[in-house]
T-cell receptor, first 110, second 118 residues
């Protein structure tokens, strides 16, 4: 059964710094997703990664996928307070179910 | 498009009462998912439908939970009888296309229904 693990689960960082969130998944998956959730809000799709070596960037966020290592990363460059949120990765399993990690709560200090 | 619409946004009920949560997916989306979110267990997939047919309900916690999708534009999740441990945010999400036909499988979430069972 597919399991998705994120680390760290909580991250507090200063504005202007760089950091990376890691997402490991336990079995082969063809799709990897990143979502953002603000407190009390819904989940917003950030990236969909479809193949090994895929890299996508939007503003200060960049996501990548290594299917051989079963690893995806979400890199934050020069963090700003507006990026404070919980970030989830999710993977598609062979039964067409999308399984989510527990999320990384990111707190960016001014 | 208005996006995925869920109702009610908030529900407070007493243990033993029946709860019905509603979802209207994005028009044209073939897949509909129900997730439950709690602090302890994170996001759990309860059930999903393809073209109104339930495909996998293995995540439904107990027989007290049931879900239906009578047509392409409406789904319900029912809890009867409700218990305090059912308190959570319930999300409905829809997806436009099957991944095995080239679709990305990207999910579009509703705003959620926050359920509190006293």
């Amino acid at each position: 059964e597919l399991k998705v693990e994120q680390n760290p689960l909580f991250l507090s960082m200063q504005e202007g710094k760089n950091y990376t969130i890691y997402c490991n998944y336990s079995t082969t998956s063809d799709r990897l997703y990143w979502y953002r959730q603000d407190p009390g809000k819904s989940l917003e799709s950030l990236f969909v990664l479809l193949s090994n070596g895929a890299v996508k960037q939007e503003g200060r966020l960049m996501a990548s996928l290594d299917t051989k290592a079963r690893l995806s990363t979400l890199h934050i460059t020069a963090a700003v307070h507006d990026l404070s949120a919980t970030y989830f990765c999710a993977a598609l399993n062979r039964d067409d179910k999308i399984i989510f990690g527990k999320g990384t709560r990111l707190h960016i200090l001014p | 498009d208005a996006g995925v619409i869920q109702s009610p946004r908030h529900e407070v009920t007493e243990m033993g009462q029946e709860v019905t949560l509603r979802c209207k997916p994005i028009s044209g989306h073939d897949y509909l998912f129900w997730y439950r979110q709690t602090m302890m267990r994170g996001l759990e997939l309860l059930i999903y439908f393809n073209n109104n047919v339930p495909i996998d309900d293995s995540g439904m916690p107990e027989d007290r939970f049931s879900a239906k999708m009578p047509n392409a534009s409406f789904s319900t999740l029912k809890i009867q009888p409700s218990e305090p441990r059912d308190s959570a945010v319930y999300f409905c999400a829809s997806s436009p296309a099957s991944w095995d036909r080239g679709g990305t499988g990207e999910l579009f979430f509703g705003e959620g229904s926050r359920l509190t069972v006293l």
